[in-house]
């Protein structure tokens, strides 16, 4: 059974900094490309950055050049440092293997003053 556990998130005033942790078990952490979701109040859920199992990046526009996504496949853990946060950030991050398995509860990030 996956399990994939987030934490890291909190509230932050605009322009700093988090580092999200995602801690998976139950897969072959190494095969999988890995990616990081978040979800707005009233929004859909989006995919703002995925890492693959050789470590080619991708993100979406709106965090280009301010979220960085690593992963450690020795710890099956996925990360994403997050600086020059924004307003616009404020969601719930979740982290999940492509294609998905089953969803985390998440880890809430507010980006406010």
């Known amino acids: 059974q996956v399990q994939l556990v987030e934490s890291g998130g909190g509230l932050v005033q605009p322009g700093g900094s988090l580092r999200l942790s995602c801690a998976a078990s139950?897969?072959?952490?190494?095969?999988?490309?890995m990616g990081w979701y978040r979800q707005a109040p009233g929004k859909q859920r989006e995919l703002v950055a995925t890492i693959t199992s050789n470590k080619s990046t991708d993100y979406v526009n709106s965090v280009k050049g301010r979220f960085t996504i690593s992963r450690d496949d020795g710890k099956k853990t996925l990360y994403l440092q997050m600086n020059s946060l924004k307003p616009e950030d404020t969601a719930v991050y979740y982290c999940?293997?492509?294609?998905?398995?089953?969803w985390g509860q998440g880890t809430q990030v507010t980006v406010s003053s």
């Open positions: 139950g897969i072959i952490f190494r095969r999988y490309s």
């Open positions: 999940n293997p492509i294609p998905n398995f089953s």
